[in-house]
């Protein structure tokens, strides 16, 4: 498996939208995940990660490209590996008039797992005390732990998760990222997809960077901070329109966030307050923060998602 | 059986939509039963009175002015050449007027050939809710993250439709022929042929049964490859419409490969159908005309034509769900 997990190689794929018009949200994707650690997949809405997961995992056939999951050549070799992948992809979908518990003892049933196991993971994923109830009256919350909790049942070696902790309150959150790092220091490997950028950058080992359908960064997460993040200087002061003016005819990079001018990888704090001193400013506060994930993935994205223009390229063509 | 299989089978059983199917059919089953005891019940004494006065009414008129009709016609047949009519045995006899005595055999068991229709819509809608559920709520995708080859996940639910097919035929098969036995048995009507009626009505039951697997099964692959049971319905009404009601109009020859005929034969054992034919002429030798011409489709042929669809549809099912994306 040369160390890697998953490969990807030149992946792509198309979708037919409504009015019979091919929109390609994959393009020439490749993608490499080390096997063992938590892998972030990253990317604003619209990037791809999705069917992305889902080409991974044969759900969705690619154009062209190829993929290796576990060593196996997907979908040709699905069935050798499958049962090595536990995956959640999108929103929990389970059968909502059965229990969590008969959810779990199905989709054991199914993939040849004894019954003890669901016990197991529902201890692992605590939902013991709420097993017999409806999945639909669980919260967002409750079925995200179920999903986990059945890719779980096969012990699996890859766990995907998309978008875990989408809809859990704090203390689920918690829990989930708790849980990912604990499965990845078991010695499995967690493929997750997530906006949560700060739950990402506590758990991931490493991650790869989705924009328009391509990759645009992957790497350790040291090296993507090293390499994309921005020092930010948050500057306090009495009139702050004023002062973002007067920095940025410095020529250097100030927005007014929250009454509070933000600078990205500015200079030394003492020139930003003699500058603004020289004009009858005085700074109240200068907090300066390291690179994080959040300005990486800011960085790296500018440009894309949904507020930007959409997601089409030459390809895409009335049907 | 496959751990996938059992999965399946524990989800048709746990349905709701499953217990919804099979409480209408046995509805619809327990009419049969009823209509058979319409039919079977002894007269009243009204009816009784009435037939009387019937057979005597007719008898009046008869002496009145039938049996004279009849000679003149019968003369004048043979002054033509053609031979005259027995007109001392046409008229009208008291057991003309009295009730058939029903037998279970002959006129219960026959009935249970009407329960073909809801057995073939229940175990339809069973089939294709079963695998459309899963697409809608998008739970095929997961599912197929637990089991490969798609194939796999195909057979199993194609399967468990079929058992639930299975049981809807057996189902609506048990309540119409003992809602029709105890009709019967009531109206102490039960005896005649009562042994050789268990062997029918096991037979009936048997291909109701399978007709009922047969549906379910086509509901399964009609919903893989469809996968909304609106779409499944639509396209089951433009079938029955299309080609089932029109084509044989517009080509009479059609008849015996439409569905409808064939599931008559397979369930009543036989069944009919008329086509235009040149036939020679009775009175010219030599010469032709045209004529109407009974044709019989076996209950053997009905089988084996009702197979050939459930295969193809089911393999029509098999190569869209391999083929195509599940999001």
Known sequence: ????????????????????????????????????????????????????????????????????????????????????????????????????????ELLALAADV??????????????????????????????????????????????????????????????????????ADEGRTVLVSSHALGDVEQVADTASVLAEGRLVAQGSLEELLATHGRTRLRVRIAEPERAAGVLAQQGWSAVVEDGVVVMTDPPPGPDVSRVLAGVGLYVEELTASRPDLESAYLALTAGSGPTAAPVRDAAEVAL | MSGVLRAELVRLRVRRFTWLVLVVVTIVSASVAVYAWSEARHPTAAEIAAAHEAYQEDVARWAAEGLARCEKTSRDAVAQGVPGLDCDRMGPTAESYVLDQPSFRDDGVPHLGQLAAPVVIGALLLGASLVTAEFGAGSMGLWLTFVAPRARVFRAKAAAAGVGGA???????????????????????????????????????????????????????????????????????????????????????????????????????????????????????GALVRGDVDHVVGALQGGLVLALAAAVVTAVGLVVFCARDVT
């Open chain 1, 1 to 104: 498996m040369d160390g890697l997990a998953v490969t990807a190689r030149g992946l792509t794929k198309s979708y037919v939208r409504f009015p019979l018009r091919r929109v390609r949200v994959v393009r020439g994707l490749d993608l490499e995940v080390p096997a063992g650690g938590v892998h972030a997949l990253l990317g604003p809405n619209g990037s791809g990660k999705t069917t992305t997961l889902r080409m991974l995992l044969g759900l969705v056939r690619a154009e062209a490209g190829s993929v290796r999951v576990l060593g196996h050549a997907i979908p040709r070799e699905l069935p050798a590996v499958v049962g090595r992948i536990g995956a959640v992809v999108e929103q929990p979908r389970l059968f909502p008039a059965f229990s969590g518990r008969r959810n779990l």
């Open chain 1, 114 to 183: 004894p019954a003890t196991r669901v016990d197991e993971v529902l201890d692992e994923v605590g939902l013991r005390d709420r097993d017999r109830d409806p999945v639909r009256r669980y919260s967002l919350g409750m079925r995200q732990r179920v999903a986990i909790a059945a890719t779980l049942l096969k012990r699996p070696d890859l766990v995907v998760l998309d978008e875990p902790t989408n809809g859990l309150d704090p203390q689920g959150v918690h829990d989930v990222r708790v849980l990912v790092r604990r499965l």
């Open chain 2, 167 to 285: 049981a809807v035929g057996l189902l609506a098969g048990a309540v119409g022929a003992g809602g029709t036995a105890i009709a019967f048995a009531v109206l102490h009507r039960l005896h005649p042929g009562a042994a050789s009626a268990v062997g029918a009505t096991a037979g009936a039951l048997g291909r109701l049964a399978l007709l009922g697997a047969l549906a379910g099964v086509v509901g399964a692959g009609l919903g893989f490859a469809l996968r909304h049971v609106a779409v499944v319905m639509g396209v089951a009404l433009w079938w029955v419409l299309s080609v089932e009601l029109v084509a044989p109009l517009a080509w009479a020859r059609a008849q015996p490969l439409t569905l409808g005929l064939n599931v008559r034969a397979w369930v009543d054992g036989r069944a009919t159908y008329t086509v235009q034919e040149w036939v020679p002429d009775p009175t010219l030798a």
